[in-house]
DNA sequence: CCTGAAATCATTCTGGA
DNA sequence: TCCAGAATGATTTCAGG
């Protein structure tokens, strides 16, 4: 597995996660490290997956999509899984689709134009193969959305498997 | 209103969300433009709006949060609205609150250690003025997340509302 | 993990279409 | 109004220790 956390790694995490085009200058001034040690540790949480994707998030709104829903689906997942996921990947409307437990069997959130193309979006998908029912929610406003790792509570997370350890306690293993 | 976009501003919104740390100069490569003209395009975006936040995907359960769950809270918004948005400011849980129509007034994506804590979680919630019901399914596993804005239904889109000019339309109006 | 040099990049300013 | 080029300053990468 991917080795070591510390808590330098986790700021890095923390920084990227509030600006994901900081300077490594600025990164290497916030964690007390030299630029290229920055840099190495970057591309490791790269290597190891733990920093997935940088991305940009933009006002969707603006862009022309006025509805967002969450999708409930139940699917007979059993027989019609792999078409099923076929279709999910295809539909550009899904921008999130989640195999859940309770009522239905999986959540989607969807983005579209209006209500015209929520409408078409939905009987699409009742057509599919396997998919018995289907209950969508319009999402009215967003109250919060954070990206924010809170880092004593990832800290401790990872205390608890080992995974972590400070940078304190590694100096004085050396 | 934010001015007009086209089909070169889409571009960069487009690039900026498969790579969020992408260099000017690819940019720049990429639309057709130079430098110089790119950057002050992406600061446009950004004083607009739409462009909201660079940020940095990471995978959670490699930092310890091996639950996710939605949740759906039911609350008498009238009375106690503002208290529960203080409350769900305040959770770390909580990485997201939607508002929406249907069973319930308000649908929460949750990440916490273990079942345990998802557990104190949940009486906690239960716990504040007004909030009536609530109905958990976790997140066995996520099919998809994209963050691809299919630029042909954004085009689509925003020709509806007059606010984007193809680049060849804007030349001959010259 | 650091330093220091080399290469690359971003920003600003200026003028042109 | 929008864009390109040049100069300056900042940033990143790479080498060696």
Chains 1, 2 share one sequence.
């Not at 900081?22 to 591309?43: K, Q």
């Not at 790269?46 to 999509?65: A, C, S, Y």
């Not at 999986?106 to 015209?116: E, G, L, P, S, Y």
């Not at 319009?138 to 997370?157: E, G, H, P």
Request: glycine fraction near 6%; aromatic fraction near 6%; charged fraction near 30%.
């Amino acid at each position: 597995m991917s080795g070591h956390l510390d808590l330098i790694d986790l700021k890095i995490i923390e920084s990227l996660g509030e600006n994901g085009r900081v300077r490594l200058s600025e990164l290497a001034e916030v964690v007390g490290l030299s630029i290229p040690s920055v840099s190495e540790r970057m591309d490791k949480l790269q290597k190891n997956g733990i920093i997935k994707h940088f991305t940009t998030e933009v006002d969707e709104r603006q862009l022309g999509f006025d509805i967002q829903a969450f999708v409930r689906v139940g699917v007979d997942s059993s027989k019609h899984y792999k078409s099923f996921l076929e279709h999910v990947m295809k539909e550009d409307e899904i921008m999130e689709c989640f195999s859940v437990t309770g009522e239905g069997s999986h959540i989607m959130r969807v983005m579209t134009h209006n209500t015209a193309s929520l409408e078409k979006f939905l009987s699409r998908i009742q057509s599919w193969p396997g998919v018995m029912s289907t209950n969508t929610s319009f999402v009215l406003s967003q109250l919060k959305k954070t990206r924010k790792i809170a880092s004593d509570v990832v800290r401790a997370n990872l205390q608890d498997r080992q995974v972590l350890l400070t940078y304190d306690e590694k100096k004085s293993r050396r």
